[in-house]
Protein backbone atom coordinates (compact mmCIF):
# COMPACT_ATOMS: atom_id res chain seq x y z
CA UNK A 1 0.00 0.00 0.00
CA UNK A 2 1.12 3.34 -0.65
CA UNK A 3 2.48 5.56 2.13
CA UNK A 4 0.75 9.12 3.03
CA UNK A 5 1.89 11.60 5.64
CA UNK A 6 -0.86 14.31 6.42
CA UNK A 7 0.60 17.05 8.23
CA UNK A 8 -2.40 17.83 10.56
CA UNK A 9 -5.38 16.34 11.98
CA UNK A 10 -8.41 16.95 9.52
CA UNK A 11 -12.12 17.79 10.10
CA UNK A 12 -13.20 15.12 7.70
CA UNK A 13 -13.51 11.62 7.86
CA UNK A 14 -10.27 9.43 6.43
CA UNK A 15 -12.04 6.20 5.65
CA UNK A 16 -12.21 6.40 2.08
CA UNK A 17 -8.55 7.37 2.10
CA UNK A 18 -7.38 4.41 4.37
CA UNK A 19 -8.91 1.63 1.42
CA UNK A 20 -6.23 3.37 -0.87
CA UNK A 21 -2.95 3.92 1.75
CA UNK A 22 -1.12 3.80 4.81
CA UNK A 23 -2.23 7.03 6.22
CA UNK A 24 -0.04 8.76 9.19
CA UNK A 25 -1.64 11.81 10.56
CA UNK A 26 0.73 14.26 12.73
CA UNK A 27 -1.79 14.81 15.53
CA UNK A 28 0.24 18.04 17.26
CA UNK A 29 -1.40 21.02 17.38
CA UNK A 30 1.90 22.44 16.04
CA UNK A 31 2.58 21.63 12.39
CA UNK A 32 5.73 19.46 12.36
CA UNK A 33 9.08 21.33 12.21
CA UNK A 34 11.07 21.35 9.06
CA UNK A 35 13.12 18.79 9.98
CA UNK A 36 10.31 16.11 11.22
CA UNK A 37 8.76 17.11 7.77
CA UNK A 38 11.93 16.34 5.78
CA UNK A 39 12.31 12.90 7.27
CA UNK A 40 8.84 11.76 6.60
CA UNK A 41 9.16 12.92 3.00
CA UNK A 42 11.93 10.49 2.70
CA UNK A 43 9.35 7.53 3.00
CA UNK A 44 6.31 8.58 1.65
CA UNK A 45 4.25 8.42 -1.46
CA UNK A 46 1.40 11.36 -1.34
CA UNK A 47 1.89 13.99 0.98
CA UNK A 48 -1.29 16.02 2.20
CA UNK A 49 -0.16 19.88 3.32
CA UNK A 50 -1.06 23.37 4.62
CA UNK A 51 0.00 26.37 4.38
CA UNK A 52 2.09 26.34 7.25
CA UNK A 53 4.46 23.79 5.69
CA UNK A 54 7.08 24.51 4.26
CA UNK A 55 7.66 22.58 0.81
CA UNK A 56 11.02 23.58 -0.77
CA UNK A 57 13.20 22.58 -3.70
CA UNK A 58 15.58 20.60 -0.53
CA UNK A 59 12.26 18.77 0.62
CA UNK A 60 11.00 18.07 -2.58
CA UNK A 61 14.36 16.47 -3.79
CA UNK A 62 14.53 13.98 -0.63
CA UNK A 63 11.01 12.93 -1.20
CA UNK A 64 12.44 10.06 -3.58
CA UNK A 65 8.88 8.19 -4.11
CA UNK A 66 6.62 11.07 -4.10
CA UNK A 67 4.27 11.20 -6.13
CA UNK A 68 1.23 13.84 -5.44
CA UNK A 69 1.35 17.23 -3.55
CA UNK A 70 -2.16 17.95 -2.08
CA UNK A 71 -2.28 20.90 -0.22
CA UNK A 72 -5.65 22.08 1.88
CA UNK A 73 -5.98 25.59 1.17
CA UNK A 74 -6.40 27.55 -2.66
CA UNK A 75 -3.44 29.55 -2.19
CA UNK A 76 0.24 27.54 -2.42
CA UNK A 77 3.11 29.85 -2.00
CA UNK A 78 4.50 27.88 0.15
CA UNK A 79 5.31 25.11 -2.37
CA UNK A 80 8.12 25.55 -5.07
CA UNK A 81 5.91 24.42 -7.98
CA UNK A 82 8.71 24.20 -10.51
CA UNK A 83 10.69 22.03 -8.02
CA UNK A 84 7.70 19.61 -8.06
CA UNK A 85 6.93 20.03 -11.19
CA UNK A 86 10.79 18.99 -12.61
CA UNK A 87 10.14 15.95 -10.61
CA UNK A 88 6.73 15.47 -12.72
CA UNK A 89 5.12 15.57 -8.90
CA UNK A 90 1.49 16.84 -9.08
CA UNK A 91 0.53 19.49 -6.94
CA UNK A 92 -3.15 19.69 -5.97
CA UNK A 93 -4.97 22.85 -4.25
CA UNK A 94 -8.53 23.39 -3.26
CA UNK A 95 -9.65 26.44 -5.57
CA UNK A 96 -13.74 27.38 -5.18
CA UNK A 97 -14.84 25.70 -1.67
CA UNK A 98 -13.48 28.62 -0.06
CA UNK A 99 -14.40 31.19 -1.99
CA UNK A 100 -17.69 32.61 -0.09
CA UNK A 101 -16.52 31.95 3.41
CA UNK A 102 -13.28 34.03 2.59
CA UNK A 103 -15.22 36.88 0.83
CA UNK A 104 -18.03 36.86 3.84
CA UNK A 105 -15.15 37.26 6.19
CA UNK A 106 -13.64 40.10 4.39
CA UNK A 107 -16.86 41.86 4.85
CA UNK A 108 -16.90 41.07 8.84
CA UNK A 109 -13.06 42.57 8.59
CA UNK A 110 -14.74 45.45 6.50
CA UNK A 111 -17.28 46.68 8.69
CA UNK A 112 -15.61 45.41 12.02
CA UNK A 113 -13.12 48.26 10.79
CA UNK A 114 -15.15 51.02 9.37
CA UNK A 115 -17.63 50.66 12.15
CA UNK A 116 -14.95 50.27 15.19
CA UNK A 117 -16.79 46.84 16.22
CA UNK A 118 -13.36 45.47 18.32
CA UNK A 119 -13.03 49.04 20.15
CA UNK A 120 -16.81 49.14 20.89
CA UNK A 121 -16.34 46.24 22.50
CA UNK A 122 -13.33 46.49 24.63
CA UNK A 123 -15.11 50.42 25.60
CA UNK A 124 -17.93 48.04 26.66
CA UNK A 125 -16.32 45.42 28.57
CA UNK A 126 -13.97 48.18 30.40
CA UNK A 127 -17.16 49.83 31.73
CA UNK A 128 -16.72 53.05 30.35
CA UNK A 129 -20.45 53.25 28.88
CA UNK A 130 -21.74 55.72 30.28
CA UNK A 131 -24.29 57.80 28.49
CA UNK A 132 -25.27 57.50 24.71
CA UNK A 133 -23.03 60.37 23.29
CA UNK A 134 -23.24 61.98 19.99
CA UNK A 135 -19.56 61.90 19.07
CA UNK A 136 -19.22 58.19 20.71
CA UNK A 137 -16.86 55.91 18.27
CA UNK A 138 -17.80 57.30 15.18
CA UNK A 139 -16.81 55.54 12.34
CA UNK A 140 -16.48 55.13 8.60
CA UNK A 141 -19.96 55.38 6.35
CA UNK A 142 -19.90 52.32 4.26
CA UNK A 143 -23.68 52.72 2.07
CA UNK A 144 -22.56 54.28 -1.04
CA UNK A 145 -18.51 54.28 -0.64
CA UNK A 146 -16.18 53.24 -3.10
CA UNK A 147 -14.84 49.51 -2.91
CA UNK A 148 -11.38 49.31 -4.48
CA UNK A 149 -10.96 45.21 -5.22
CA UNK A 150 -6.94 44.50 -6.08
CA UNK A 151 -7.19 41.03 -7.82
CA UNK A 152 -11.26 40.09 -9.32
CA UNK A 153 -10.63 36.15 -9.57
CA UNK A 154 -13.54 34.10 -7.21
CA UNK A 155 -13.09 35.76 -4.17
CA UNK A 156 -12.94 38.87 -5.58
CA UNK A 157 -16.02 38.65 -7.68
CA UNK A 158 -17.24 37.35 -4.37
CA UNK A 159 -16.38 40.41 -2.16
CA UNK A 160 -18.31 42.66 -5.12
CA UNK A 161 -21.18 40.35 -5.46
CA UNK A 162 -21.67 41.51 -1.56
CA UNK A 163 -21.57 44.58 -2.17
CA UNK A 164 -24.47 45.61 -3.86
CA UNK A 165 -26.60 45.92 -0.58
CA UNK A 166 -24.53 48.99 0.03
CA UNK A 167 -24.90 50.46 -2.74
CA UNK A 168 -21.64 50.41 -3.80
CA UNK A 169 -19.28 51.38 -6.61
CA UNK A 170 -16.76 49.01 -7.45
CA UNK A 171 -13.08 49.55 -8.88
CA UNK A 172 -11.21 46.65 -9.75
CA UNK A 173 -7.69 45.70 -10.59
CA UNK A 174 -6.41 42.31 -12.56
CA UNK A 175 -4.21 40.52 -14.84
CA UNK A 176 -6.83 41.45 -17.30
CA UNK A 177 -10.46 43.11 -17.24
CA UNK A 178 -13.48 40.63 -17.18
CA UNK A 179 -16.23 41.03 -19.51
CA UNK A 180 -18.20 43.67 -19.45
CA UNK A 181 -21.55 41.82 -18.81
CA UNK A 182 -19.44 40.66 -15.67
CA UNK A 183 -18.55 44.54 -14.81
CA UNK A 184 -22.33 45.80 -15.58
CA UNK A 185 -23.46 42.55 -13.15
CA UNK A 186 -21.34 43.60 -10.95
CA UNK A 187 -20.98 47.48 -10.71
CA UNK A 188 -17.52 47.60 -11.59
CA UNK A 189 -14.82 49.19 -13.42
CA UNK A 190 -11.49 48.11 -14.43
CA UNK A 191 -9.42 50.83 -13.47
CA UNK A 192 -5.44 51.14 -12.66
CA UNK A 193 -3.79 50.68 -9.51
CA UNK A 194 -2.98 53.82 -9.60
CA UNK A 195 -6.74 55.32 -9.59
CA UNK A 196 -7.84 52.64 -7.44
CA UNK A 197 -5.75 53.61 -4.72
CA UNK A 198 -6.73 57.03 -4.53
CA UNK A 199 -10.46 56.65 -5.51
CA UNK A 200 -11.46 53.88 -3.20
CA UNK A 201 -12.71 54.23 1.05
CA UNK A 202 -12.48 50.63 1.11
CA UNK A 203 -9.27 49.00 -0.62
CA UNK A 204 -9.60 45.25 -0.15
CA UNK A 205 -7.19 42.44 -1.58
CA UNK A 206 -7.96 39.42 -3.30
CA UNK A 207 -4.16 38.34 -4.86
CA UNK A 208 -2.33 35.61 -4.88
CA UNK A 209 1.35 36.06 -3.19
CA UNK A 210 3.99 35.76 -5.68
CA UNK A 211 7.30 37.55 -6.69
CA UNK A 212 5.11 40.00 -8.15
CA UNK A 213 2.45 40.68 -5.06
CA UNK A 214 5.25 40.35 -2.53
CA UNK A 215 5.01 43.64 -0.76
CA UNK A 216 2.73 44.90 -3.47
CA UNK A 217 1.89 47.87 -0.65
CA UNK A 218 4.53 49.95 0.90
CA UNK A 219 5.00 53.67 1.68
CA UNK A 220 4.07 55.02 -1.76
CA UNK A 221 0.87 52.83 -2.19
CA UNK A 222 -0.37 54.06 1.13
CA UNK A 223 0.78 57.66 -0.06
CA UNK A 224 -1.75 57.57 -2.74
CA UNK A 225 -4.84 56.05 -0.68
CA UNK A 226 -7.04 58.70 0.70
CA UNK A 227 -6.56 59.47 4.70
CA UNK A 228 -9.96 58.27 5.45
CA UNK A 229 -9.58 54.93 3.51
CA UNK A 230 -9.42 51.47 5.27
CA UNK A 231 -7.21 48.55 3.96
CA UNK A 232 -8.69 44.88 4.03
CA UNK A 233 -6.21 42.11 3.86
CA UNK A 234 -7.50 38.58 3.76
CA UNK A 235 -5.06 37.29 0.96
CA UNK A 236 -1.44 36.65 2.14
CA UNK A 237 0.06 38.70 4.73
CA UNK A 238 3.47 39.27 2.27
CA UNK A 239 1.63 41.37 0.37
CA UNK A 240 1.73 43.87 2.22
CA UNK A 241 4.71 45.67 3.93
CA UNK A 242 3.98 45.11 7.70
CA UNK A 243 6.35 48.33 8.52
CA UNK A 244 4.66 50.43 6.14
CA UNK A 245 1.50 49.47 7.47
CA UNK A 246 2.56 50.41 10.74
CA UNK A 247 3.57 53.77 9.63
CA UNK A 248 0.70 54.73 7.81
CA UNK A 249 -1.73 53.96 10.52
CA UNK A 250 0.28 55.04 13.28
CA UNK A 251 0.40 58.61 10.96
CA UNK A 252 -3.15 58.45 10.23
CA UNK A 253 -2.23 58.28 6.72
CA UNK A 254 -4.94 56.15 6.11
CA UNK A 255 -7.59 55.62 8.29
CA UNK A 256 -7.96 51.79 9.88
CA UNK A 257 -7.15 48.60 8.17
CA UNK A 258 -8.10 45.19 9.26
CA UNK A 259 -5.49 42.11 8.28
CA UNK A 260 -6.44 38.23 8.40
CA UNK A 261 -2.85 37.53 7.33
CA UNK A 262 0.48 38.73 8.45
CA UNK A 263 3.95 38.10 7.94
CA UNK A 264 5.36 35.94 9.21
CA UNK A 265 2.21 33.88 10.69
CA UNK A 266 1.49 34.00 13.75
CA UNK A 267 2.20 37.84 14.20
CA UNK A 268 5.16 38.12 16.68
CA UNK A 269 4.79 38.78 19.98
CA UNK A 270 6.62 41.81 20.13
CA UNK A 271 5.31 43.19 16.56
CA UNK A 272 4.21 46.79 16.77
CA UNK A 273 0.99 46.39 15.06
CA UNK A 274 -0.58 44.61 18.47
CA UNK A 275 -0.69 48.23 20.22
CA UNK A 276 -2.80 49.95 17.75
CA UNK A 277 -6.62 50.58 18.09
CA UNK A 278 -6.90 51.16 14.53
CA UNK A 279 -5.90 47.93 13.27
CA UNK A 280 -8.05 44.79 13.57
CA UNK A 281 -6.33 41.68 13.33
CA UNK A 282 -7.46 38.04 13.23
CA UNK A 283 -5.16 34.75 12.86
CA UNK A 284 -6.07 33.27 9.21
CA UNK A 285 -9.47 32.43 9.75
CA UNK A 286 -10.57 33.59 5.90
CA UNK A 287 -12.27 29.73 5.12
CA UNK A 288 -12.78 28.91 9.26
CA UNK A 289 -16.58 27.92 8.44
CA UNK A 290 -17.39 24.05 9.33
CA UNK A 291 -18.56 23.26 6.36
CA UNK A 292 -16.01 25.18 4.57
CA UNK A 293 -13.18 23.04 6.41
CA UNK A 294 -14.74 19.98 5.40
CA UNK A 295 -14.81 20.67 1.50
CA UNK A 296 -11.18 21.14 1.64
CA UNK A 297 -10.33 18.98 3.18
CA UNK A 298 -12.59 16.47 1.37
CA UNK A 299 -11.01 18.03 -1.88
CA UNK A 300 -7.49 17.61 -0.80
CA UNK A 301 -8.16 13.74 -0.21
CA UNK A 302 -9.35 13.68 -3.98
CA UNK A 303 -6.44 15.30 -4.82
CA UNK A 304 -4.40 12.96 -2.89
CA UNK A 305 -6.19 9.71 -3.88
CA UNK A 306 -5.92 10.64 -7.34
CA UNK A 307 -1.79 11.59 -7.21
CA UNK A 308 -1.74 8.11 -5.85
CA UNK A 309 -3.55 6.33 -8.05
CA UNK A 310 -1.59 7.83 -11.20
CA UNK A 311 -4.88 9.90 -12.12
CA UNK A 312 -4.90 13.24 -13.17
CA UNK A 313 -5.63 15.78 -9.83
CA UNK A 314 -9.19 16.92 -10.43
CA UNK A 315 -7.96 20.40 -8.75
CA UNK A 316 -4.38 20.83 -9.90
CA UNK A 317 -1.98 23.65 -9.79
CA UNK A 318 0.70 22.39 -12.61
CA UNK A 319 -1.85 20.06 -14.73
CA UNK A 320 -0.98 22.15 -17.68
CA UNK A 321 3.19 22.30 -17.35
CA UNK A 322 3.23 18.97 -16.06
CA UNK A 323 1.68 17.76 -19.44
CA UNK A 324 3.89 20.52 -21.53
CA UNK A 325 7.06 18.46 -20.28
CA UNK A 326 5.78 15.18 -20.82
C1 LIG B 1 -6.14 29.48 1.42
O1 LIG B 1 -6.86 28.49 1.19
O2 LIG B 1 -5.22 29.80 0.70
C2 LIG B 1 -6.48 30.27 2.64
O3 LIG B 1 -5.57 31.25 2.91
C3 LIG B 1 -6.69 29.38 3.84
O4 LIG B 1 -7.92 28.85 3.72
Known sequence: MPKVFITRNLPTDLTLLEKFASVEVWHERQPPTYEVLLSKVRSIDGLLCLLTDKIDKELIQAATNLRVISQMAVGYDNIDVSAATARKIPIGNTPGVLTDATADLTWALLMAS?????????????????????????????????????????????????????????????????????ENRLNAQFVSLETLLKQSDFVTIHTPLTSDTYHLFGRTQFEMMKQSAILINTARGGIVNQDELYNALITNQIAGAAIDVTDPEPIPSNSPLLNLNNLVIAPHIGSASYKTRKKMADMAIENL???????????????????QSD
Not at 135 to 150: M, N, P, S, Y
Not at 305 to 323: C, D
Open 114 to 182: ARRIVEADKFTRALLWHTWEPDLLLGADITGATLGIIGFGRIGQAVARRASGFDMPIIYTSRNPCNKEL
Open 305 to 323: IAGLKGEQLPYSVNSATLT
